[in-house]
């Protein structure tokens, strides 16, 4: 099982700062199956980024996916107010899927 | 436009079963795998297995074996996942998602409280 460790597990940051959350495999994840997802109290999960760096249908373009291998980041380029939630990796590369822990990204 | 429709919320008795379902649209419901993930109040997300819709097959996560059944009926275009033997801990979110041209699809989830 690949095992997906998300950093930092917090993340305090003002409104309009860049955001930079890491996402680790245990081993290496196809880039075409490495997303991103968004997700508020109460509410699904809303992907964000796929295929690493592919944004989703209406995602800004504030938000970005980078990386390979192991190592992939999400970049929120200048924070916006809906921005603050928890933030999820996923790889979807094997019949068996996993996620990271989260990084929650919260108001400074 | 592909969709993954789901059930409505549950709720249940310790030591029962819940059937939740998850019907597809705008797309060939034969051709990709379907998962199903849940999410436990204030806990990550967590994958519980997955089926072929075009041969029936499944593969569950060790956690669920023996207490998980996936299904599905071709005729509607709808897969449905069976958990029994209920505990308080298997309150959460329920989700099936699956995984068109590199892009995964969610349903909207289903609520499944257990609770005497």
């Known amino acids: 099982e690949i095992v997906l460790t998300q950093s930092p597990g917090t993340l305090s940051l003002s409104p309009g700062e860049r955001a930079t959350l890491s996402c680790r495999a245990s081993q290496s994840v196809s880039s075409s199956y490495l997303a991103w997802y968004q997700q508020k109290p109460g509410q699904a999960p809303r992907l964000l980024i796929y295929g690493a760096s592919s944004r989703a249908t209406g995602i800004p373009d504030r938000f970005s996916g980078s990386g390979s291998g192991t190592d992939f980041t999400l970049t929120i380029s200048r924070l916006e107010p809906e921005d603050f939630a928890v933030y999820y990796c996923?790889?979807?590369?094997?019949?068996?899927?996993?996620f990271g822990q989260g990084t929650k990204v919260e108001i400074k | 436009q592909v969709h993954l429709v789901q059930s409505g919320a549950e709720v249940r008795k310790p030591g029962a079963s819940v059937k939740v379902s998850c019907k597809a649209s705008g797309y060939t419901f034969t051709s990709y795998y379907l998962h199903w993930v849940r999410q436990t109040p204030g806990q990550g997300l967590e994958w519980m297995g997955i089926?072929?819709?075009?041969?029936?097959?499944?593969s569950y996560a060790q956690k669920f074996q023996g207490r998980v059944t996936m299904t599905r009926d071709t005729s509607t275009s709808t897969v449905y996942m069976e958990l029994s033997s209920l505990r308080s801990e298997d309150t959460a979110v329920y989700y099936c998602?699956?995984?068109?041209?590199?892009?995964?699809?969610w349903g909207q989830g289903t609520l499944v409280t257990v609770s005497s």
């Open positions: 089926m072929n819709p075009s041969g029936g097959s499944t």
């Open positions: 998602a699956t995984v068109i041209v590199a892009t995964p699809v």
């Open positions: 996923q790889q979807y590369g094997r019949s068996s899927w996993t």
